[in-house]
Nanobody, 123 residues
């Protein structure tokens, strides 16, 4: 059974940095892993995904220039780094994965989802 386990969320101040992690129980060698987020009362939003084989990344508009996605192949883990959080980054962040890479920003393109980790940014 595929499991995605997120960690690294919490309550921080605006301007702080944060790194989220997501460890997968399997290797998506031909596929993809990434992140979506959902703020209270809002629709789920695409943050970033990468192609596992070569690390090619794609970012959603809110993430361009503000977030960085990376991977550790030996640990089957991806990371999402932000160096200066804003209050609008407050959301539950979900790790996603799929056996095929499309670079899609649609949530339906990702078969596997983690339970989510909450990030709360106070101004």
């Amino acid at each position: 059974q595929v499991q995605l386990v997120e960690s690294g969320g919490g309550s921080v101040q605006a301007g702080d940095s944060l790194r989220l992690s997501c460890a997968a129980s399997v290797t998506f060698s031909s596929g993809t892993m990434g992140w979506f987020r959902q703020a209270a009362g809002k629709e789920r939003e695409f943050v970033a995904v990468l192609r596992w084989s070569d690390g090619t990344a794609r970012y959603g508009d809110p993430a361009v220039g503000r977030f960085a996605i990376s991977r550790d192949k030996a640990k089957n883990t991806i990371y999402l780094q932000n160096f200066s959080l804003k209050s609008e980054d407050t959301a539950a962040y979900y790790c996603v994965a799929d056996q095929f890479y499309t670079g899609s920003n649609f949530s339906t393109a990702y078969h596997y989802w983690g339970q989510g980790t909450q990030v709360t940014v106070s101004s």
